[in-house]
């Protein structure tokens, strides 16, 4: 708190006069970046492709705020944004059938989603590679470790061992929303909106 009075050319007990603590102040900053999100006018006819974009652009904005994508892991939105989600994946998504429990759940396993994979992004390689190593030489390694093991133990693993450590992030992530995308689909009574 003392650094931030610093940065806004005021002390930590004016600060306090506005936040409680900095948690409080934690919790307003990450209100602040999810504010940046511009949701489209709901489309249930392209309902998919709508949160596929929505996806997209959370991890993108979580991506490009240093530490933000920290704050989203355990923190629940609780300005206007909370309510103006909702309504948006409400409008998007009633019109498709899909059931209100699993619209009301949905925020929470996308915004966890997307908050784990941008976080992990923020880690940087170094955070598995160590310092001393390129991602290229840490995936070898691993490969050759599974390759290295009995292989009538570990047959399945073997033959995939290049789908294992393959794919970049950005294909990575684009599976796990589209498996998300796929299970919501089978609550649709009416899947065309």
């Known amino acids: ?12 007990a004016s600060l306090y006069w506005h936040v409680r603590n900095k ?3 934690l919790q307003l900053v990450f209100e602040r970046v999810i504010e940046e999100m511009q949701l489209p006018e709901p489309d249930p006819a392209r309902w998919r492709e709508q949160l596929s974009d929505l996806a997209d652009q959370m991890r993108a904005i979580l991506t490009s705020h240093r530490d933000v994508a920290r704050l989203s892991l355990g923190r629940i939105p609780s300005g206007p944004m909370l309510a103006v989600v909702n ?6 998504l009633k019109p498709v059938g899909i059931p209100d429990n699993v619209i009301a759940y949905l925020g929470d396993v996308f915004s966890l989603y997307v908050g784990g994979f941008a976080f992990e992004e923020s880690l940087g390689t170094a955070s598995f590679t160590g310092s001393d190593l390129s991602p290229e030489q840490f995936f070898t390694m691993l490969k050759d470790y599974v390759m290295s093991l009995p292989a009538e133990l570990f047959p399945h693993t073997q033959r995939v061992v290049d789908a294992l450590f393959g794919g970049g992030p950005d294909e990575r992530f684009a599976f796990g929303v ?15 909106g």
Do not use: C, H, I, K
Request: without cysteine; aromatic residues 8%.
């Open 1 to 12: 708190m003392r650094r931030v009075g610093e940065e806004l050319g005021t002390g930590a």
């Open 23 to 25: 948690e409080q102040l």
């Open 87 to 92: 309504e948006w994946l409400f409008t998007l």
């Open 178 to 192: 589209d498996l998300m995308l796929r299970g919501l689909a089978t609550y649709a009574s009416n899947p065309e």
